[in-house]
């Protein structure tokens, strides 16, 4: 191993003299330094193995190197990489039809990003151009990216220093029912949380509200789910005042809950939907999807939004294979088995260990609350991110979320039952090492 280890030297001294350091949960030019991928498993330059329960960056949740996206890939590097923005392309054409095939009525229309802050930004600006409004709202434990406009309604995090954001957005009670802000309990409360928001934003509004947009299941947030209708009483509320709601399916779509998109649980469809991360299956491709009716008044209205690769051929190729991944191998059917045997394997874990206070998610997206115990239900940030710690160096990668106090795991559909015991065993494993050291000190 002395020449992977040199090499991985190598690549943290060029990191650390040449890339710029601005990462989400990272800010130190350290290992590992990652070299391949396949399936549910990624390798660093040292050859070790990794579990991958956060698919990738959340994007790779149909597997890292899927062949079928690796197919599609190569067929437009060999036909058009590059596409004209102001034209159409066979890609393009083909993956808004593949969209419109598997969206509910009437949603229909797509209009292609290369990022999910690019479909974010997108969708608020049609929003505000359909109702001749400005204001946006979104519940305050909300993600829905980190650009200065998608960041001025993101309430998980990623706010402080980068002040002041774009005006005209307001951050809504979220329903954090594990312990909600209101101290209400579902389903006494009548989502009070709603009344609350709705009475607050009322009373800030300029007059000129124009969306809500809100994620079915809150991801970033601390993988919060949302009683059931939450959502559609959201919808209601906006439809009174003349908003839309846009929901952003960008970590929660394209079956990853265990149908194909989140907000169908509530029996709705939005006004607006927005779709990302493995939508690309690894490659950087985003979509906004809404109605003809909203596209026809935008349009004519004189809205435009483009970037210089957002219909390119080459992203828009995996697009169409994603999707058809996600049809032809039942990826909802498979998110349902695969979240349904990791919340069992924790719920076990949750009868050993009493600092696990809460076990909650759908399909592919779960999550657990650490907390110091389960009566008073104080976050344990410090046992979170030693468990994490210890998980990545026994092989097992995931997202530590709320300050550690949340562990998120996102297994790629790819994940067989083996590697589910297996994760859940370096889980256990890890727990019990922190736990262990902490009564020692």
């Given at each position: ?37 396949s399936g ?36 437009a ?23 419109g ?22 969708a ?5 151009k359909?109702?001749?409004g ?12 980190l ?14 220093n980068?002040g ?8 809504l009670v ?17 989502f ?19 969306a ?11 993988v919060?789910e949302?009683?059931?209708g939450w959502?559609k ?27 194909m998109f ?9 006004d ?33 939004a ?5 219909n ?6 995996a ?5 058809g ?65 210890a998980?990545?160096?026994?092989g ?20 067989t ?25």
């Amino acid at each position: 191993m002395p020449e992977a280890t040199a090499a991985e030297a190598g690549y943290l001294k060029m990191a650390a003299e040449f890339s710029f350091r601005a990462r989400m949960d990272k800010s130190s030019a350290q290992g590992p330094v990652f070299q391949s991928a396949s399936g549910s498993v990624v390798r660093d330059v040292n050859g070790k193995e990794y579990l991958d329960f956060n698919s990738g960056q959340m994007c790779s949740a149909l597997g890292h190197n899927h062949p079928k996206i690796a197919a599609a890939i190569k067929e437009a590097a060999d036909t058009m990489i590059h596409a004209h923005s102001s034209h159409y392309n066979v890609k393009e054409v083909e993956l808004a039809a593949a969209i419109g095939s598997v969206v509910p009525r009437p949603l229909q229309k797509s209009l292609f990003g290369e990022s999910g802050a690019d479909a974010n930004e997108m969708a608020m600006m049609i929003a505000r151009k359909y109702t001749g409004g400005h204001e946006i709202a979104s519940p305050h434990i909300s993600f829905h990216g980190l650009s200065d406009a998608t960041r001025a309604v993101t309430f998980s995090g990623w706010h402080a220093n980068h002040g002041p954001l774009p005006t005209g957005t307001y951050a809504l009670v979220a329903p954090y029912c594990y312990r909600c802000p209101l101290a209400q309990t579902y389903p006494a409360c009548e989502f009070a949380c709603l009344k609350t928001s709705f009475e607050l934003l009322d009373a800030q509004s300029t007059g000129r509200p124009a969306a809500v947009i809100t994620e079915p299941l809150f991801s970033a947030g601390g993988v919060i789910e949302p009683p059931i209708g939450w959502l559609k009483r959201l919808q209601e509320m906006c439809h009174a005042r003349g908003m839309l709601l846009i929901c952003d399916e960008e970590q929660t779509g394209l079956g990853k809950l265990g149908a194909m998109f989140g907000f169908e649980r509530d029996g709705i469809v939005p006004d607006i939907v927005t779709i990302a991360k493995h939508f690309g299956g690894g490659v950087g491709v985003s979509a906004v999807v809404t109605s003809a009716k909203i596209e026809e008044k935008v349009v004519e209205a004189g809205y435009a939004a483009t970037h210089s690769h957002s219909n390119d051929p080459l992203i828009c190729a995996a697009g169409t294979a994603s999707i058809g991944i996600v049809v032809d191998e039942n990826v909802p059917a498979r998110a349902a088995h695969i979240g349904a045997r990791v919340i069992e394997r924790l719920k076990d874990l949750q009868q050993r260990f009493e600092g696990i206070g809460d076990i909650r998610g759908r399909g592919m997206l779960v999550g657990i609350e650490i907390v110091t115990d389960r009566q008073s239900k104080k976050p344990d940030g410090a046992t979170g991110n030693g468990v994490a710690r210890a998980c990545f160096d026994k092989g097992l990668i995931f997202s530590v979320r709320r300050n550690g106090s949340v562990l998120r795991f996102v297994p790629p559909q790819t994940t067989t039952d083996a590697q589910i015991d297996d994760a859940m065993e370096i889980l256990e494993t890890s727990f019990a090492d922190v736990l262990k050291a902490k009564r020692v000190n």
